[in-house]
């Protein structure tokens, strides 16, 4: 079974600074990583995804994440944040199981990244 | 992009009634359907996984006979909450899988109030 944690629940900060939204799983098999985001009585919108190769993923918004193998991290970044990157993000995992299967994907508790001007 | 039709948005219903939540995956097909529940503040609970044309696999806890979900088509899927209970009032979101696709597209919540 794979498991998420976010560590933060709560991230302020101001308009154009940079943030991170930390983000450790744990498996004992190879897995596939995500971050979602969500905006009020909304469901989820991927900003990205890990599959393999590059550790380095690009997402939409200027969102961009950094898969560490060793650390089991997925932390998500941005250089400078909006007023309307306001949400709440979601980490998640779900099993490696290759091909075209689609294992259950499991959350972590989100973050809600609050952006001031 | 794929994209995951899910109504109603809002429904607000009296107790003991029953109420049907539908998803249409509109530009691809859906092989695997997700149903969550997610309560105020909290994260994304998995109810149970349905595949076209099979019974749907239920998570420990959640009452199959109380969630009924139906995967008829590649393209719709439904949940119904029987005998709906003011506890049963919650955001219900799907989420469809397709073949080929490392992702999961998710539908924009339903917002049940049970009254």
């Known amino acids: 079974a794979q498991s998420v944690t976010q560590l933060d629940s709560q991230v302020p900060v101001f308009e154009e600074a940079p943030v991170e939204l930390r983000c450790n799983y744990s498996s004992s098999v190879s897995v596939y990583l995500f971050w979602y985001v969500q905006y009020p009585n909304q469901g989820l919108q991927l900003l990205l995804k890990y599959l393999s190769g590059s550790t380095l993923v690009k997402g939409i918004n200027g969102f961009e994440a950094e898969f560490n193998k060793s650390q089991t991290s997925f932390h998500l970044r941005k250089p400078s944040v909006h007023i309307s990157d306001t949400a709440e993000y979601f980490c998640?995992?779900?099993?490696?199981?290759?091909?075209?299967?689609?294992?259950?994907?499991?959350f972590g508790q989100g973050t809600i990244l609050t952006v001031h001007p | 992009g794929a994209v995951v039709s899910q109504h109603p948005s809002w429904v607000i219903c009296k107790s003991g009634t029953s109420v049907k939540i539908e998803c249409r995956s509109l530009?691809?097909?859906?092989?695997?359907m997700f149903w969550y529940r997610q309560f105020p503040k909290q994260s994304l609970m998995l109810m149970a996984t349905s595949n076209e044309g099979s019974k749907a696999t239920y998570e420990q806890g959640v009452e199959k006979d109380k969630f009924l979900i139906n995967h008829a088509s590649l393209t719709l899927s439904t949940l119904t909450v029987t005998s709906a209970h003011p506890e049963d009032s919650s955001f219900y979101i799907c989420?469809?899988?397709?073949?080929?696709?490392?992702?999961?597209?998710f539908g924009s919540g339903t917002r049940l109030t049970v009254v």
């Open positions: 530009d691809f097909q859906a092989t695997t």
């Open positions: 998640a995992v779900t099993r490696n199981a290759g091909g075209t299967s689609y294992g259950k994907l499991t």
């Open positions: 989420s469809a899988g397709s073949t080929g696709y490392y992702g999961y597209t």
